[in-house]
């Protein structure tokens, strides 16, 4: 059984197009993540999403915006894409019960050309 | 910013030796944990480690917290070719205890 699933996992499109990637996660976790790994592997956090609480990241451009609609799901909408934004992303969940340890989804590879 | 940063960025052993790296981090923590990433996946938790904890095992692994250095160190015993990953410390940020900042990872290559 897949904990946190993401689609689609590999996604090519060009500069200017409107793209999203779901998540989906079958733990029960109250808290959602969306990480972005650039290409030296720095893993950044963007988002997290707890309960309806959502806490950006302010180095984030407000070209991306989460939405969740339910617990189990956060997805994430990218408007204007630009060349900047390939990168892979992660989505992640986790719980307060085991401390926050976070599962991680398989990732997302987003080539912008 | 709660960065880690894990040193050294690259280590390359053989099979059956010991591997060590380090996590540095800037603020106070309440947790830091450790994780795994083999090449193209997602990332695994190893380990969580709290900040009134030194020492924590688990398997080959062995972490250590070094709360007035600011420093954690992920100790693999007897390292194997499929412990060849990335390895990233995370430390939750301003005491919220539900986010967190990782590392830039250490690259461990293990050759058999």
């Known amino acids: 059984d897949t904990a946190v699933s993401q689609t689609p996992k590999y996604l090519v499109t060009q500069m200017g197009n409107d793209k999203s990637i779901k998540c989906e996660q079958n733990?029960?976790?109250?808290?959602m993540y969306w990480y972005k790994q650039d290409s030296k592997k720095f893993l950044k956090i963007m988002f997290s999403?707890?309960?309806?609480?959502?806490?950006i990241n302010e180095t984030v451009p407000n070209r991306f915006s989460p939405k969740s609609p339910d617990k189990a799901h956060l997805n994430l909408h990218i408007n204007s894409l630009e060349l900047g934004d390939s990168a892979v992303y992660f989505c992640?969940?986790?719980?307060?019960?085991?401390?926050?340890?976070?599962?991680f989804g398989p990732g997302t590879r987003l080539t912008v050309t | 910013s709660q960065q880690g940063e894990e040193d050294p960025q690259a280590l390359s052993i053989q099979e059956g030796e010991n591997a060590t790296m380090n996590c540095s981090y800037k603020?106070?923590?309440?947790?830091l944990q450790w994780y795994r990433q083999n090449s193209g996946r997602g990332l695994v938790h190893l380990i969580l480690?709290?900040?009134?904890?030194r020492e924590k095992h688990s398997g080959r692994l062995r972490v250590t917290l070094d709360t007035s250095k600011k420093s954690s160190s992920l100790l693999i015993t007897a390292s194997r070719a499929a412990d060849t990953a990335s390895y990233f410390c995370?430390?939750?940020?301003?005491?919220?205890?539900?986010?967190?900042?990782f590392g830039t990872g250490t690259s461990l290559t293990v050759i058999p």
């Open positions: 992640a969940s986790s719980t307060p019960g085991t401390a926050y340890e976070q599962y």
């Open positions: 995370a430390t939750d940020w301003q005491g919220t205890g539900n986010q967190f900042y």
């Open positions: 480690i709290r900040s009134n904890e």
């Open positions: 603020t106070s923590i309440n947790n």
């Open positions: 733990l029960g976790h109250d808290t």
């Open positions: 999403y707890n309960n309806k609480e959502l806490i």
